[in-house]
């Protein structure tokens, strides 16, 4: 199935590592949002459950082996064209984790990767639409379960 212009909704992950107060940015190499800024992640694969595809997207893109904390978020991402029809549709699910091995190398659908302190997430730009507000809630989940990152 095309990712563009979809026959229905296609089911992505997303990764939100904390290391050290810090997160892990992504930018984003194919559209939607070439260039943004935005968390590893990509596609379901038939047969895989979430928390595999997961692992899968952030070994493949950043090199890194993660461990997965929680599920934090369930988003919509629908992009629609100047006529107003479905260009993009994407149902994600993120998870927070945190890295447990591996050296950071941008690989697969992302042309950079780095570490960003969380106090100064929103001077990352350009970034997804809504990506540093998961990004903070997320933390902020975490704090509250008194889980450390």
């Known amino acids: 199935m095309s ?10 992950v997303g990764a939100i590592i904390f290391s050290e107060g ?3 940015m992504a930018r984003r190499g194919k559209a939607p949002g070439v260039g943004n800024w935005s968390v590893p992640g990509g596609a379901l694969e038939l047969g895989e459950t979430l928390e ?3 692992k899968r997207e ?13 599920r934090c978020a369930v988003l ?6 100047n006529w107003d029809r479905v260009q993009y549709h994407y149902v994600l699910v993120d998870f927070a984790c945190r890295p447990l091995e591996g050296s950071l190398q941008p690989g697969s659908d992302i042309t950079e ?12 730009e ?5 990506t540093a507000r998961v990004i903070l809630d997320a933390a ?7 889980i450390s990152f």
């Open 3 to 12: 990712r563009e212009y979809p026959l229905r909704p296609i089911v992505g």
């Open 58 to 70: 952030v070994l493949e893109e950043t090199g890194l082996a993660v461990e997965i904390v929680s």
């Open 113 to 124: 990767a780095r570490w960003v302190p969380l106090e100064e997430l929103e001077n990352i």
């Open 126 to 130: 350009p970034m997804t639409r809504g």
């Open 140 to 146: 902020g989940d975490l704090q509250a379960q008194n």
């Open 52 to 54: 595999e595809a997961c």
């Open 76 to 81: 919509d991402r629908i992009t629609r064209d």
């Open 22 to 24: 810090k997160v892990l």
